[in-house]
């Protein structure tokens, strides 16, 4: 399924056989402070920056409606400032969906990963909830 929104990754997840959790890492974009002029450039124009991990959560899919929600409770913790929500998604078994506990780890790898500029295991999505290409 191809996943070009928010709304399909909310509709692919709740499809699959196994029980999923659905793992988000907010990010900030900010512009490195030993930027050229040309990077200060685009970055004024909406391109570049560097990415910067606000804060975590993981949710059943069934906790979800829309994105408006999870920006909703992303606003609640005081993180209004993204530029960026990358998703990923953990399956359980038949038997035994995916806890909270469950997902702590992988999301501290998410973290780092994307501190790391290594993100391209995960869906983006802007703050309209539409998937986009980084890089």
């Given at each position: 399924?191809?996943?070009?929104?928010?709304?399909?990754?909310?509709?692919?997840?709740?499809?699959?056989?196994?029980?999923?959790?659905?793992?988000?890492?907010?990010?900030?974009?900010?512009?490195?402070?030993?930027?050229?002029?040309?990077?200060?450039?685009?970055?004024?124009?909406?391109?570049?920056?560097?990415?910067?991990?606000?804060?975590?959560?993981?949710k059943r899919?069934?906790?979800?409606?829309?994105?408006?929600q999870l920006?909703?409770e992303a606003?609640?913790?005081?993180?209004?400032?993204?530029?960026?929500?990358?998703?990923?998604?953990?399956?359980?078994?038949?038997?035994?969906?995916?806890?909270?506990?469950?997902?702590?780890?992988?999301?501290?790898?998410?973290?780092?990963?994307?501190?790391?500029?290594?993100?391209?295991?995960?869906?983006?999505?802007?703050?309209?909830?539409?998937?986009?290409?980084?890089?």
């Amino acid at each position: 399924m191809d996943i070009s929104s928010f709304d399909d990754l909310l509709q692919a997840s709740r499809a699959q056989p196994e029980p999923q959790r659905l793992l988000f890492v907010f990010a900030g974009v900010e512009l490195p402070d030993d930027a050229t002029p040309e990077q200060r450039e685009r970055f004024e124009a909406g391109q570049g920056g560097a990415l910067h991990p606000l804060m975590c959560v993981d949710k059943r899919p069934g906790e979800l409606a829309s994105f408006s929600q999870l920006v909703e409770e992303a606003s609640q913790f005081g993180q209004n400032n993204w530029g960026i929500v990358f998703a990923a998604a953990m399956s359980g078994t038949v038997n035994r969906a995916p806890t909270s506990q469950d997902a702590e780890e992988p999301l501290q790898r998410m973290v780092e990963a994307i501190k790391r500029g290594e993100h391209g295991g995960y869906i983006p999505f802007d703050v309209q909830g539409h998937a986009v290409q980084i890089g």
